[in-house]
């Protein structure tokens, strides 16, 4: 059998650390070189928020893939994302009304998973159990991990089941199941919802399930096939990012998906053959929102407000503020190592705040220097650092290489080399919110 020359690649850009590392913005930047057809989302749903910038125009996208404002690019939400009908009927209207028609190049997979209107309740009940057991993982409540559960219980619905005759009675079944669940954690923990509030939200997700159906819902995985056998390219768009994996990340502190680069395949339904770069994208320091340790903050509270103002570190999801730390790279080789992302681009590296700043470089339980990322980020009681120059907010929106300032020069060639024996590239490296905010820093 002759070997299509011709045939298109997958290439797929994650988040190298705990999320909100900017990829909206990166997954512009690659489309803008003219290389690919469509972007799909592979994994997660409406917990995760890109926002992306055109001129005056900003849009947070929490359904609706990035490439949006691309008019030529098709937009693919795969098997693996669980759909809010609500947030995706919603994107879509404010896409519209600021000139961006998405519907007839957005395709759904008919397997993709359907967060019902009490998902987001079990969230919150679930939420306040965790909280009473000492175990908040601080969720973004919009349902995705009782969506997730759903599915791998076998009784969740599918987007594709809105099509059959049968749905009505489904929803119901699932429906049912749903509240006597809520009346457990009303019985046993005190946790209650407002019958007004369930009513109101089943009629806003009907209304978006009618909307729903009127969109391209097809088997999203012939479709990619399709277009990779025409020689066209995809870019996979991953949410959250490596260190809030379902399995790799600091479990329970996690996202309810898997979010590495290897789950492209199981989230489009594509073979792994036609995986070629992996994209990983990274803060010039490190953010995170939700539960658990984070080794890397920094210690000085009026300087993480400053970083948080600064670099508008508030969730695209939940508005919460994020906690801001130092570029954690002992962190980053782990999430490197498991995404095999060679290529990397480093955003907000206009902001830093501070005359010296600290690198980490390796994890400390309480006085023994640990080898191995640990199993639980408790197990880290202190951070070993190095210490290196700021450089202030000098490089604000520079797009030429020539007229980055030397601190920041020598900050690059620093990650660089740390990240020698990994046979990582900086390619690009981002300086403000607007898509031409950034300089090519290797070529």
């Known amino acids: 059998m ?22 909206g913005k990166n997954i512009d930047e690659l489309l ?15 917990n995760a928020g890109h926002t992306i910038k055109l001129g005056n125009v900003t849009f947070i996208g929490h359904i609706v893939p ?60 679930e939420e306040c159990f965790r909280s009473k057991a000492g175990v908040k993982i601080a969720t973004t409540s919009r349902g995705i ?38 009346n457990m954690y009303k019985e046993k923990y005190g946790f209650e919802i407002d019958s007004e509030k369930i009513k109101e ?14 969109l391209q819902i097809c088997d999203l995985s012939f479709l990619i096939q399709k277009r990779l056998s025409e020689g066209k390219n ?60 984070f080794p ?47 290529k990397i681009f480093i955003n907000k590296a206009d902001i830093c705040l501070s005359d010296k700043i600290k690198v980490v470089i390796g994890y400390k339980s309480h006085k023994k220097v640990l080898k191995e990322f640990p199993f639980s980020l408790n197990q880290a009681t202190n951070v070993v650092t190095e210490e290196i120059p700021g450089w202030g907010e000098s490089n604000h929106g520079i797009n030429d290489k020539k007229k980055v300032s030397k601190e920041l020069a020598s900050y690059l060639r620093y990650i660089k080399n740390k990240l020698a024996d990994l046979n990582v590239k900086i390619i690009s490296v981002g300086t403000g919110p607007d898509r031409d905010h950034f300089f090519n820093w290797e070529k």
């Open 145 to 182: 991990g009782p969506a997730y559960s759903d599915a791998r219980a076998r009784r969740g619905l599918l987007v594709g089941d809105v099509l059959m005759p049968d749905f009505r009675e489904k929803e119901k079944a699932l429906s049912e199941f749903h509240l006597n669940f809520l």
């Open 296 to 342: 890397s903050r920094i210690k000085d509270k009026a300087l993480e407000k400053a970083f948080q103002k600064a670099g508008n570190e508030f969730g695209a999801t939940t508005g919460r503020p994020r906690m801001c730390g130092w570029l954690d790279l002992f962190a980053l080789r782990y999430a490197i190592a498991l995404s095999g992302a060679k």
């Open 234 to 293: 995809i870019l996979a768009e991953g949410a959250q990012g490596i260190m809030l994996d379902l399995d790799f990340g600091d479990y329970p502190n996690v996202t309810s998906s898997n979010v590495l680069p290897a789950n492209v395949c199981l989230g489009l339904g594509v073979s792994h053959t036609y995986l070629r770069d992996i994209y990983g994208v990274i803060k010039a320091y490190t953010t995170k929102v939700g539960g658990g340790n």
């Open 32 to 46: 803008s070189r003219g290389l690919y057809s469509a972007v799909a989302r592979f994994q997660g749903g409406a």
């Open 66 to 125: 990035s490439g949006c404002f691309q008019k030529n690019i098709e937009l693919y939400i795969g098997n693996g994302v669980v759909v809010d009908a609500v947030s995706l009927i919603r994107e879509i209207k404010q896409l519209k009304d600021l000139g961006f028609d998405v519907v007839s190049r957005l395709y759904i997979s008919n397997r993709a998973k359907l967060v019902s209107y009490l998902h987001p309740f079990l969230d919150q009940a």
């Open 2 to 23: 002759k070997k299509n020359k011709n045939r298109g690649f997958v290439d797929a850009v994650v988040g190298l650390q705990w999320g909100d590392e900017g990829k």
């Open 201 to 214: 939200a089943k009629e806003k997700w009907n209304s978006a399930v009618r909307e729903l159906k009127k």
